[in-house]
């Protein structure tokens, strides 16, 4: 019986993140007479089997030979991490053991309505699981598990034959297309007996052998295909005569061998440490070269493969259908007349895999309706970049643009196909940089006067959005030029210009500089907001700064000290401009007003 040594299980199983990836093992047990050590090291190496390519942690262990009493041992031995399906024992356990199922509970959920028991012949019966698949909605799973009666003669092999019509006839009330693995120890000694036969044969409820139906698989020159005995020396109860039969398959129905959706992974079909050199001896007699570039390992698996049980556990991989995933970029739902622009389109495998293989190619027909059209196709493979798909949007008339792109999937069983994704967006006017509300001014001189000695002045200009609304771009202030000392930039009270304007603001100090005038050129860099068809421009701002003499007045145009006709005659000169020099009473315009204001302080400045 199985050694009931204290062994630590936990530490053994693979961690990773969670995956849709399926890996089923199916495995003769010999009703524990091996090792629970080794017995739990070689679970561990069929999750971390990467012989084929990739390890992936077993999504499914399917055990002949289970006995009742060795359940409770059977799941420390198979780690925490899984679940027991439905068990069921009609006096198996007396006839050679029963059928035992565990099941990831992240990949799978049992559902238990739909466990069956179908009775084979010679007191043994096979189980039937069916496990729905998360992640994948109305996908479903069915596992047969069985043992078939052993030895040669034609009543054993017509007793094998009966218990495959009880499983096939089974398998025949399934829905059409279903996902079916049937495992075990079937006994079949070539690929002429009946029951092999009656799996295979054309027809409703086929089951399909991955290696070929009806291909030879005895002598040495089909070893690789080989599961039983890996011990050449009987062990306790542990059959022995070396690695020589094929008694171990895993049949799928033709909807999990057609290349697409729930699909096996070509070449993955394969007996645990089997290596192909090992025909009738023992499989760890010499080296074992399983796994490729590393014989230490292959020996050491091999090693424990003979103290386990004997039979080679039986590992096939599988892929999940394509995931449709897909983002749009949403800069296009905001872009500028005249943009050369398009809305595009991010597509994705989804599948949650571990290795590419793992996951079926999405291929997806993409059609554009609306505002803008198109068609392409792409195709993505799982763990693979995504793929971008653009669609020119007419950007040549201000206003809204409205679109519908459909994406459908041609692969098998994809998952969230087909979409139907709506689009929106608007086509907005350039901003456009004003010193005026009122009207569009792109030149202008700010003129403003102080008196000396009278300390640090600030005064701001403001830069308006001329006609800002909701269908026009924010004014970006990008750069304004550094002015001439004694001017000094204080900064702008905003970078981004909508309905309020901004203010820039400058300073001087009149304690430090002489009665003058200064003026500074100031080019002012500007854009549209960042958003697709933006453009740049200069605004230019000439600032006009005059210090006045102590006992001096804004009047004395000419800065002679005293207000006469010389200042009439400058004042007359600028009439109608609304030069802030002349603009005497502030009302943005030169006129009578700033007329009556010289006349009012004419003669001498105090």
């Not at 290349?259 to 001896?281: A, P, Q, V």
């Not at 010193?435 to 701001?460: C, I, K, M, N, R």
């Not at 004014?475 to 550094?482: F, K, P, S």
Request: aromatic letters at 10%; hydrophobic letters at 40%; a negative charge.
């Amino acid at each position: 019986m199985l050694n009931r040594l204290s062994f630590v299980i936990c530490a053994l199983w693979i961690s990773g993140a969670a995956s849709a990836q399926i890996r089923v093992m199916s495995y003769n047990s010999a009703q524990f007479n091996g090792d629970a050590n080794a017995m739990a090291e070689v679970l561990q190496a069929a999750s971390s089997d990467d012989s084929h390519g990739f390890a992936v942690p077993v999504s499914i262990f399917l055990f002949q030979e289970v006995d009742e009493a060795e359940l409770s041992t059977l799941q420390k031995v198979v780690g925490t991490g899984y679940t027991m399906g439905t068990f069921t024992d009609q006096n198996d356990s007396s006839w050679g053991g029963a059928q035992a199922m565990f099941y990831k509970s992240t990949q799978f959920v049992e559902n238990t309505a739909l466990h069956e028991d179908i009775f084979t012949g010679a007191g043994r019966h096979a189980d039937r699981w069916a496990l729905n698949i998360s992640g994948y909605s109305e996908k479903r799973l069915y596992v047969y598990s069985m043992h078939l009666k052993a030895s040669t003669g034609s009543d054993n092999q017509e007793t094998r034959r009966s218990g495959a019509e009880n499983v096939r006839d089974d398998i025949m009330t399934l829905p059409t297309g279903s996902h079916v693995i049937v495992v075990g120890d079937m006994n079949f000694y070539s690929p002429s007996e009946p029951a092999y036969s009656w799996f295979t044969d054309a027809g409703n409820g086929v089951v399909i052998d991955p290696l070929g139906n009806g291909n030879a698989w005895s002598g040495g020159s089909n070893a690789l295909k080989h599961t039983q005995s890996p011990l050449l020396t009987q062990n306790g109860g542990l059959v022995g005569g070396g690695l020589d039969d094929r008694f171990d398959f895993q049949f799928l129905s033709p909807s999990l061998i057609d290349g697409g959706g729930f699909d096996i992974i070509n070449d993955t079909y394969r007996s645990l440490g089997n290596d192909g050199n090992h025909y009738n001896i023992a499989i760890n007699t010499g080296n074992n070269y399983y796994f490729p570039g590393d014989t230490p390992r292959g020996n050491d698996l091999a090693d424990k493969l003979i103290n386990a049980s004997d039979h080679l556990p039986l590992i096939v991989d599988y892929q999940v259908p394509a995931v449709l995933g897909w983002n749009w970029n949403p800069a296009a739902s905001r872009v500028l007349v005249g943009a050369d622009t398009s809305a595009e389109f991010e597509i994705r495998n989804d599948a949650p895999v571990i290795h590419a293989l793992g996951a079926d190619m999405l291929h997806v027909d993409v059609v554009a309706t609306g505002d803008i059209t198109g068609s392409t196709s792409v195709s993505v493979a799982a763990l693979a970049p995504p793929e971008i798909v653009s669609f020119p949007i007419d950007t040549s008339v201000v206003g809204d643009w409205n679109a519908s792109v459909s994406l459908t999937s041609t692969s098998q069983e994809t998952q969230s196909t087909p979409e139907i994704v709506k689009l929106g967006g608007q086509v907005i006017e350039h901003a456009n940089a004003s010193f005026a509300f009122a009207q569009d001014l792109d030149w202008h001189t700010y003129d403003v006067s102080f008196e000396e000695g009278t300390g640090v002045h600030s005064f701001d200009v403001w830069l308006f959005n001329y006609g800002y609304d909701g269908s026009q771009s924010l004014l970006e202030i990008d750069d304004v030029t550094t002015p001439d000392l004694p001017l000094t930039f204080s900064g702008v009270s905003t970078n981004s210009i909508g309905s309020l304007p901004a203010l820039m603001t400058f300073q001087i100090d009149s304690d430090t500089v002489a009665p003058d005038i200064y003026t500074s050129f100031l080019p002012i860099t500007h854009s549209d907001e960042n958003i697709a068809g933006e453009q740049s421009g200069i605004s230019m701002l000439t600032v006009r700064v005059e210090i006045i003499p102590v006992g001096g007045c804004a009047e004395d145009i000419d800065g002679d000290g005293e207000v006469d006709v010389a200042d009439i005659l400058i004042l007359i000169a600028n009439w109608d401009s609304s030069d802030q020099l002349y603009d005497l009473d502030g009302n943005g315009i030169v006129g009578v007003g700033d007329l009556l204001l010289l006349i009012a302080a004419w003669g001498p400045c105090s």
